[in-house]
């Protein structure tokens, strides 16, 4: 298992736009990566799940993952949140 803590950087953020990059990217790894939001745990692969999360800019999310390509599905989205998602 792999899991890291990431802090929203992007002013408006996590909106359709990002949730959308995010599902997209996470649906790339054969290994299931969740967001933890206090205490609430989503499928990264959902855009419908990660906007009930309603991160706004500067929430802290746990990334986890769970498999054989874990540590890359974490990392991977670690550096597009803490990119602020190519939108600023």
Same mark, same amino acid.
Not at 14 to 27: C, D, I, M
């Given at each position: ?15 359709? !736009?990002?949730?959308?990059? =995010?599902?997209? @990217? &996470?649906g790339?790894?054969k290994?299931p990566?969740? #967001?933890?939001?206090d %205490?609430?745990?989503?499928?990264? !692969?959902?855009?419908?799940? =990660?906007?009930? @999360? &309603? ?6 999310l746990? #990334?986890k993952a769970? %498999? ?9 989205i ?11």
């Amino acid at each position: 298992m792999a899991e890291k803590t990431v802090t929203i950087q992007n002013r408006h953020g996590l909106h359709v !736009r990002p949730a959308t990059q =995010l599902a997209e @990217l &996470a649906g790339k790894f054969k290994s299931p990566v969740t #967001i933890v939001k206090d %205490g609430q745990e989503v499928s990264a !692969r959902s855009i419908i799940e =990660l906007l009930t @999360l &309603a991160a706004a800019h500067g929430t802290e999310l746990r #990334i986890k993952a769970e %498999g054989p390509d874990a540590a890359e599905a974490v990392d991977a989205i670690q550096k597009l949140i803490d990119g602020r998602f190519g939108l600023e």
